[in-house]
């Protein structure tokens, strides 16, 4: 098992799936620089589009996502009309430039919206941008899929679905607001199988409410038995302060920092076991998936939807909150949707937000990529690495990390202390902040 030091899991730390993170952006950065981003689009760049729907037809108690209830057509429909909008606004400011390589539906839930609008969407990108064959991968709520969604992924060529899972144990799926059966995660599997969809994630959670370690194994048994190409295991973020929705759990009975930290350790080893690799510290995937082959082949990378073997350098993001990633700047749009509707439908730039990256910037976040794909930093400039080295004194100490030819490399025993070590790389925090999860 891996060894337990809680004096080094105290702090809330990133996840790092941008560098800067988001709490460093700003209103100092918006429309000017989103335009120059743009315009520095050349035309054969490899480019990726977010799109973000940020509705669900019911609203889960533990998520912390972006998301509002579907209740009402009109709020849909003059959301999807404005992201329709934005779309056309930035495919014309490109001009022909970049080549689209890969597209991600996420919300929310994607298919809280009607087949018919993903479809218009999905035109919509293809008749507006230069699309290069792109991949598309798009987040599924099982509650509400239907065989004419299963139809419809297939009619417009997705090739990776992500369904939410959680658990699959009925006390836990009470205790969470999110009742979903087995079976209906088995059908859901089957449909998508049917139209030749193979490449399933299933996002999986420890930390909740009145798990234990056997709720979790028993919920890992039965994924690997439905064998999904990839499978995320987080650990729940209980932020109430932040995430108003989340004050429904009751947070009496959540596991401990120990109880997590074993529930971390029970899933790495149950799912390596079962012959998914571990990728990074919370996804695995079967040897044959596209993620695995990109860790054997170093291309492995991480943005704001996770691990990846996504590399364009360019993420344009669409539609409410989603956030843009360019080579010198992170652009985030604006938050709330009505805001966002009222900006789109007067053909406005909807950003909100952002920041300018620096050499340094840039520097750092290659770096900490690096150390949580590949488990080494690669070689780091003297005066980083003199900072990051106290930093690191009692993960040395202790085994979890070395610093070797003037890089860190993290120990087999500290994955689970990855993200806490990639934080001594970080120049804007010296401990960790509230508005960061837990390290494990």
Partial sequence: MWPYYPELLTGNVPR??????????????????????????????????????????????????????????????????????????????????????????????????????????????????????????????????????????????????????QSFSKDIQRAIGRIQPLGMISDCLKQLRDVGIDAVNFDLMYGLPSQSSDDLSETLVTAVELQPSRIALFGYAHMPQLFPRQKRIDDSNLPGSAERFAMADLGYRQLTAAGYMAIGFDHFALPNDSLSRAVAQGTLHRNFQGYTNDNCPTMIGLGASAISNFPDFIIQNEKHPGAYRTLALAHNFTVSRGIRRSADDKLRGALIESLLCAGTSGAIPEHILDTARSRLTAFIKRGLARIEFESIVIQPDGLPYSRAIASSLDRHRVSGGKQFSLAI
């Fill in 16 to 165: 790092y799936t941008s560098y800067p993170t988001a709490v460093e952006f700003h209103d100092g950065v918006g429309g000017p620089e989103f335009l120059k981003a743009l315009d520095d689009i050349s035309s054969d760049d490899p480019i990726s589009l977010y799109v973000h729907i940020p509705y669900c037809q019911q609203i889960c108690w533990y998520c912390g996502c972006n998301t509002g209830a579907a209740s009402k057509t009109q709020r849909l429909t003059s959301y999807l009309e404005a992201l329709e909008t934005e779309i056309a606004l930035i495919a014309s400011s490109l001009r022909g430039r970049g080549k689209v390589r890969n597209i991600a539906f996420g919300g929310g839930s994607p298919n809280a919206i009607a087949p018919v609008d993903f479809v218009r969407l999905i035109d919509r990108i293809f008749t507006t941008f230069s699309c290069d064959s792109p991949n598309i991968s798009v987040e599924l709520d099982p509650r509400i899929f239907t065989e004419e969604w299963a139809a419809t992924l297939a009619h417009c060529r997705v090739s990776r679905v992500s369904l939410g899972v």
